[in-house]
């Protein structure tokens, strides 16, 4: 059993009950016991080729606007690739060993060329010479009336001459079916809403780049969505309290489980989680831990 943190206070001087990431609420909302693994045990996973492209691509569409307008080509965003790579290599040397089997130098070729085409893909949806973007990988954070407080990094804010705010994200994977857009769209919403309790304006435009296929998803929220998203995250940290109190952290099977590294610990699977850490009194919620790019939020 976990203890619940309940009197921190923000830096407005509300008392914080707890913090959420969209990645980690959606972690909950997909299955509990992955939350429980990535939040409370902290067990570190092994990251995926596919992920790694994420963050690859991702840092190479940030660097592209440091670029002056007019030179923003195609070419100019792949000549990014390498430097970018080698600058994640030298943050994290175990990503050297990302490719393993018989034939590493291929797998690696058809990775990169992927990483490739995505960068090329998103020329195709966007020119980002016409596009001076407010802010990239923007923190933000704010603490709802609940005392829950909200946290996570926006990829791109665009504003427009009149004010009006556009929030874009990149995703290197593939446009969600219409069954899993609603969960794509709630992380634009907590982002949304965190702007929207920030800045008292509604952003205009909820915008999701998908560099997999080249698909973009908007959405126009208004005010009613965001009051809505606020009950839902409040409802949701509710849930994670339970889970917390009690203990219980179900596992729920979905087709998402064929990316999830605890597979081995899963009872859906066979496996048996390892005992919950012990948490020494007054120690506090279990904080989501937020970076600009989190690489499992791509697969
Ligand atoms: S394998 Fe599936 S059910 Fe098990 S922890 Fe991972 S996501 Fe949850």
Redesign the pocket.
């Known amino acids: 059993m976990t203890a619940i943190e309940t009197g921190a206070a923000s830096p407005g001087g509300a008392s914080v009950i707890g913090t959420l990431s969209p990645s980690r609420a959606g972690d909950f909302m997909?299955?509990p016991?992955?939350y429980r693994?990535r939040v409370i045990d902290r067990i570190p996973e092994r990251p995926s080729p596919a992920a790694v492209r994420g963050t690859l691509v991702h840092a190479v569409l940030e660097r592209l606007f440091d670029i002056p307008a007019a030179r923003r080509t195609p070419a100019a965003a792949l000549e990014l690739l390498a430097p970018e790579w080698d600058r994640l290599l030298a943050e994290e040397p175990e990503l050297a060993t990302l490719f393993d089997g018989e034939d590493v130098e291929g797998a690696r070729a058809e990775w990169l060329a992927e990483a490739r085409a995505m960068v090329e893909r998103y020329f195709a949806l966007e020119d980002p010479r016409r596009l001076e973007p407010a802010s990239r990988e923007l923190y933000v954070e704010t603490v709802l009336d609940s005392g829950l407080q909200l946290r996570g990094y926006i990829d791109r804010l665009d504003v427009a001459p009149t004010g009006d705010v556009r929030v874009v994200d990149y995703k290197t994977g593939r446009a969600p079916s219409a069954d899993f857009e609603a969960r794509a769209l709630f992380q634009m919403k907590f982002y949304a809403l965190v702007l929207w309790r920030l800045h008292g304006t509604v952003p205009r435009l909820l915008q999701l780049m998908y560099l997999g296929n080249g698909e973009i998803l908007r959405y126009a929220p208004d005010e009613a969505d965001l009051r809505a998203t606020e009950r839902k995250v409040d409802a949701l940290w509710q849930a994670i309290r339970r889970a917390m109190e009690t203990g219980e952290w179900r596992?729920?099977?979905?087709r998402?489980?064929d990316w999830?590294d605890?597979?081995a610990r899963?009872p859906?699977?066979g496996g048996e989680p390892p005992p919950l850490p012990v948490v020494a009194a007054g120690a506090g919620a279990p904080r989501d831990e937020v970076s600009p790019r989190d690489p499992r939020d791509d697969v």
């Not at 596992?251 to 979905?254: A, E, L, T």
Request: hydrophobic content about 30%; proline content about 6%; glycine content about 0%.
């Open positions: 997909t299955c016991l992955l693994f596992p729920r099977k979905s998402l489980c999830c605890h597979q899963c859906s699977f």
